[in-house]
């Protein structure tokens, strides 16, 4: 399924933190595609996360092989050790600006773990062949962590209107600085190009400054697979 002698690429987002990026990460990324369209009915959107679209949830078995790829891979690399559990989805952004939720025009961190002692790793394979799509930006707080975090709590709580008039931040996906986050990286998408990150401490978002290109078709949407893995963190 993947490219088992892969050129992994590290690209720094902040000190301490990196993004790697594999190219040509699978033997047919065709297949996704054909999958996806066969099981597209079965796309829903979650409730329980910001992401601006709709999911497929994958089998244990396709899963495996991602947590496989990535403990043989990229583990040892992201300052993770052994890997406690994880999962992954198809999924493709299809909402409108119009319909965003506050929390969505903000970036955010993978919150699925608590502990200080795990790491959440986050993966994203670009299976779309057009780059205007939009591949992933990285951010950092201007704020302090109250702040910031109150800010967060409140993207989920607050109308619209009542956000924009507290925080100044306008309905619109977010891939720019502002007044609460600098953009800092942003990595290209590509076609059958696979990311990996620490997306536990990175804020990150979907670099989307295309909306209107946006659509439910497997064949010409923003069809990623995308990976979570909670690990046990090295030692520091």
Known sequence: MFNPDPIIQSIPITPGFECLVIDDALSDPERWIALAAEHRDAFESTAFNAYPGVELRMPDAL???????FAEQVRHRLGARRILRMYSRLAMATRPV?????RQWICHRDRLEIAADRIVAASVLYLFKDPSLGGTAF???RRGQRETAMLIH????LSPAEFTRKYGIAPSYPVASNDWFEKVEAIEAKWNRLIFYDGGELFHASNIDAP??????????RLTWNG????????R
């Open 139 to 141: 951010f950092v707080p």
């Open 228 to 235: 979570f893995f909670i690990c046990r963190r090295k030692a």
């Open 98 to 102: 119009s319909e965003l939720e506050p």
């Open 212 to 221: 209107e290109k946006l659509n439910a078709d497997p064949a010409r949407g």
């Open 63 to 69: 899963s495996a092989r991602l947590d496989a790829y």
């Open 154 to 157: 409140e993207s989920g709580q």
